[in-house]
Antibody, heavy 123, light 108 residues
Framework: QVQLQESGPGLVKPSQTLSLTCTVSGGSISSGDYYWSWLRQPAGKTLEWIGRVYSRGDINYNKNNPSFKSRVTISVDTSKNQFSLKLTSVTAADTAIYYC????????????WGQGILVTVSS | DIQMTQSPSSLSASVGDRVSITCRASQSIDNYLNWYQQKPGKAPKLLIFAASSLQSGVPSRFSGSGSGTEFTLTISSLRAEDFATYYCQQALSTPPYSFGQGTKLEIK
């Protein structure tokens, strides 16, 4: 059974960098059949996709959201079976529950999710 | 990018009712449409992929249909544990992935 677990600080000050890690267990992040994604969900709102990484190192970001422009970095550490998210220059608008998830490459479906971590941006 | 619109935004129903939720895409996405269920305080759960394929372990009272721009999630006979928020997600034109705004299913 694949499990994903987000970790990182739950409180970040404005203008600082949000850093989260997703640890995958029960399966290898190096499997070529999946992408590994970050999403977020502000309170009471829908899901917003942030970006994804492939085991070979290919990375895609959500270029349609101008608020992410040049602020997002996703990386992967196959030796630790982890992938990470960094979001710089955060504001209150970045307050949300952040999820990591596995995405199948056939139907691009998010089949396994972490439990989510609430990140609040506040001084 | 492709916009996903769900209707209704909220729905009240009773245990045993048959309910349907609609998701419309701003352009054709063939059958690249996935459905999720989210309960309060929990991560979303994949119910249906490829518009009509039931994810392993999901009860058969859930079904999906449609192709092109219009899709439907149907719950044949509501159970208490089905009251949740449901989201559709397009998977044809990726990245980025886009989700509908959600449909909150409440107990009448």
């Amino acid at each position: 059974q694949v499990q994903l677990q987000e970790s990182g600080p739950g409180l970040v000050k404005p203008s600082q960098t949000l850093s989260l890690t997703c640890t995958v267990s029960g399966g290898s992040i190096s499997s070529g059949d999946y992408y590994w994604s970050w999403l977020r969900q502000p309170a009471g709102k829908t899901l917003e996709w942030i970006g994804r990484v492939y085991s070979r190192g290919d990375i895609n970001y959500n270029k349609n959201n101008p608020s992410f422009k040049s602020r997002v970095t996703i990386s992967v550490d196959t030796s630790k079976n982890q992938f990470s998210l960094k979001l710089t220059s955060v504001t209150a608008a970045d307050t949300a529950i952040y999820y990591c998830a596995r995405v199948g490459t056939s139907w691009e479906d998010f089949d396994y999710w972490g439990q989510g971590i609430l990140v609040t941006v506040s001084s | 990018d492709i916009q996903m619109t769900q209707s209704p935004s909220s729905l009240s129903a009773s245990v045993g009712d048959r309910v349907s939720i609609t998701c419309r895409a701003s352009q054709s996405i063939d059958n690249y449409l996935n459905w999720y269920q989210q309960k309060p305080g929990k991560a979303p759960k994949l119910l249906i992929f490829a518009a009509s394929s039931l994810q392993s372990g999901v009860p058969s009272r859930f079904s999906g249909s449609g192709s092109g721009t219009e899709f439907t999630l149907t719950i044949s006979s509501l159970r208490a544990e089905d009251f949740a928020t449901y989201y559709c997600q397009q998977a044809l034109s990726t990245p980025p992935y886009s989700f509908g705004q959600g449909t909150k299913l409440e107990i009448k």
